[in-house]
């Protein structure tokens, strides 16, 4: 998994390759039938992203097994298995959540999006089997069954009516009307937050963490989920489209509340520096375990794109 | 769950009414935020449906424990559970299938699909938070977690790109193709078959089905399913659009490969007296507990909407 010593730069660039190395092994092949669909899932999972849900698995499996603790070899495998979950669900998001009927947006990590390059009805239908392959290979898992259902029911909840899902549909009822920033907070706390915190809740229990060490693990993720959001917001404004990889702009354009239409961008900054501080604090009972998951919110905290 | 002394018609009446209380229960609440994608949700679920793959769930727990063997409360509940998650998957199916970049259709069940009674975004949403419920309620059975993985795994595929989601994928993409019987039966194999097994098979883990009694239903399981769409096609073409509660007709009119189409009326009902035979004999091994399972059958190939 890489040591302490290791650079955060170069874990993450190892990480990310690695969850790379194993979606393309775990996504069916573009030469089984039905072979568009297949090329659609691939094409919506591969070749880009930052995988930071994957590593957020890996860095909270880590953390989980304390200073000096190993991960086993089937914990190692389950983790692949749970960092790979948690990009397919975040990969079908965006490829729903980029349809006409939602955000119409044709640009999406620098490429077509998945409608565009291929049709509408095979995003759909990627995007709605991307989904049960995500829970799939968290029930192959090679661990233990009790934690193999503990780890269903988190990524359930994440992304569904509760989390994600809902997330999503109360974003899509909220165009064009002035949110509260508890509301707001509310919104992605479901729309972004649950999903990545259920890939750090995934790493701990793969790595089969402490019932404390859960709660702080959750205490962090809670943090980092909002941080990435009002990131995401920071960026919609300040950068270009060709950094981005998305269309720059397009929540204002699309008169969408945002952490920096309500707050102002000073505002924002300020929120991440709270933020940033409050992930901090949560993983101060896990100690030098969770260095990785402290460089993961500086990360989320300082990326530019 | 009812004695064999039960007729077969009052049986599944009681069941069907069950799996609605079930569903009723397990959905969020109308009331519950976000309500317009809760509403939907319920909507798309609740208060239509034959319930024909909830009843093969419990007709195939009643076979599993064997004649005079009797289900313990947990597997009753967990067959509830069970029932239930299928009867999600199969509505979220419905939902995406009404949509206008896939059939775009106006009417189901008798009533106005969901994007019509609501909006697309609304109805995607709606069916892509349906699923992970379905995944979520078998995490939450009360039985083995061993059988639950199982359970899980099952669903998963049966929902996936090499089931449901595939097999929808071919149809989509054989509209004005003339397929071969053989290629059709994959096709429907996958969209409708996978999952009427997976609901068969699912029973029958829940209720500890023994190998050789799971290899019997999912032979009987593939029959049945086959059945299933031989049924539709030629309901298509005979029912009225007012019996049916969906629109008579539109497979000839979108010039969808169907089995009557390839094989005629009369070949298709002969197709059906073979696999019902075939339903009938994979099923001898079970003897007298299979009872209702054979009795779903006969009311597949019997029906008339």
């Known amino acids: 998994m890489g040591g302490q010593q290791q650079n ?40 880009a992203g930052k995988r930071v849900r994957a590593a957020l698995v890996y860095a909270a499996g880590e953390a989980s097994v304390g200073s000096g603790g190993v991960l086993s070899p089937a914990q190692c495998i389950a983790l692949d298995h749970a960092a790979a979950a948690v990009e397919l669900i975040h990969a079908y998001s965006l490829v729903h959540d980029d349809l006409p009927c939602m955000d119409d947006d044709a640009l999406r990590r620098g490429r077509p999006t998945v409608h565009v390059q291929f049709d509408e009805a095979t995003a759909m239908l990627a995007g709605d089997a991307l989904q049960p392959l995500a829970f799939e290979l968290l029930a192959q898992m090679p661990i233990a069954p009790a934690l193999i259902v503990q780890a269903t029911e988190v990524l359930a909840r994440a992304a569904g009516s509760l989390g994600m899902a809902g997330g999503q549909a109360i974003d899509c009822a909220s165009v064009g009307l002035a949110l509260s920033q508890e509301q707001l907070q509310i919104m992605h706390g479901m729309k972004t937050g649950a999903m990545l915190q259920a890939s750090v809740v995934l790493g701990g229990i793969v790595a089969g963490a402490s019932s404390p060490t859960r709660t702080a693990l959750e205490s962090y993720a809670e943090a980092v989920g909002l941080a990435f959001q009002v990131v995401d917001d920071i960026l919609d ?34 929120l991440l520096v709270v933020l940033r501080q409050e992930a901090q604090t949560a993983l101060l009972p896990l100690g030098q375990a969770a260095g990785r998951l402290l460089e993961v919110a500086d990360f989320i905290v300082g990326r530019d794109r």
């Not at 660039?13 to 069916?28: D, G, I, K, S, Y």
């Not at 269309?247 to 300020?270: C, Q, Y």
């Open 237 to 270: 404004v300040t950068s270009d489209t060709s950094v981005l990889g998305k269309t720059a702009g397009k929540d204002a354009a699309d008169n969408k509340p945002t952490f920096v239409s309500l707050l102002g961008l000073e505002g924002s900054r300020e």
């Open 8 to 47: 955060f730069s170069s874990w993450l660039t190892e990480r990310a390759q690695h969850a790379e190395t194993v979606l393309e092994r775990f996504l069916p092949e573009a030469g089984l039938q039905p072979e568009r669909l297949h090329q659609a899932m691939r094409y919506a999972v591969l070749g």
